[in-house]
């Protein structure tokens, strides 16, 4: 939240401004809450498997599974991959590896620099995989784990902050959530970066 500039609050800022935390002070705390654990040695058998997994993940567009829709109604789409890449991210605290990919509308708006707020018809897919160590403790996708999807109608999805959510797990892409009230997990989590139309993505530089 801090390194995203949703913390601290402007208003408390406003009320306390030594709260403002400085690029050094933000690396004394990452380092401080995400210390190194020992890189374990890889499990071969393990390697392999995720290894293979990934190849399949590339080729699976010539053979699309048939995919139930997320419970709010929104259809899996596998042309995500054909898609840009705008970000990439990796989470310490469940230890995984995210490629952000988006969508023509995603793309030209970041051409145009009119990102904030994103124009309807933008799609963002966001696939995450588990981290897998290699030989020499470098860092690679293992086994897959999700893939989620933003949609921005700001009439459609007006109820949900103006996107639409969906995410489906493992590679048998299984819908994730009971009912459609699963949105309000995410409408919560992105509700920190309403200031940037509730998007934590910032697309790398250069982007055409």
């Known amino acids: 939240m801090i390194q995203l500039g949703a913390m601290p609050l402007k208003s408390y800022k406003l009320l306390h401004p030594m709260a403002r935390v400085s690029p050094e002070d933000l690396d004394v705390l990452k380092s401080y809450l995400n210390p190194l654990p020992p890189t374990p040695a890889p499990d071969e058998k393990a390697k392999a498997a995720a290894d293979l997994q990934y190849e399949q993940w590339i080729h699976a567009g010539a053979a699309p599974l048939a995919v139930q829709n997320a419970p709010n109604g929104i259809p899996y789409t596998s042309d995500y991959k054909n898609w840009k890449v705008i970000s990439t991210t990796n989470r310490f605290d469940n230890k995984t590896l995210r490629i952000i990919f988006g969508n023509d509308v995603a793309m030209k708006a970041?051409?145009?620099?009119?990102?904030?707020?994103?124009?309807?018809g933008t799609t963002f897919a966001k696939a995450a995989w588990f981290q897998q160590p290699d030989e020499n403790g470098d860092i690679k996708t293992g086994a897959f784990l999700q893939v989620e999807f933003m949609i921005k109608d700001?009439?459609?999805?007006?109820?949900?902050?103006?996107?639409?959510?969906?995410?489906?797990?493992?590679?048998?892409l299984k819908p994730y959530g009971k009912d459609a009230a699963f949105t309000n997990e995410c409408?919560?989590?992105?509700?920190?970066?309403?200031?940037?139309?509730?998007?934590?993505?910032?697309?790398?530089?250069?982007?055409?």
């Not at 970041?110 to 309807?120: F, G, L």
């Not at 992105?190 to 055409?208: E, I, K, M, T, W």
Request: contains cysteine; glycine residues 10%; proline residues 8%.
């Open 187 to 208: 409408t919560g989590c992105h509700a920190p970066l309403r200031h940037n139309d509730y998007v934590y993505s910032f697309p790398l530089a250069g982007q055409q």
């Open 110 to 120: 970041i051409a145009e620099h009119q990102t904030n707020p994103w124009p309807d």
């Open 154 to 172: 700001a009439h459609k999805y007006a109820s949900t902050e103006g996107w639409g959510f969906a995410r489906w797990r493992g590679t048998d």
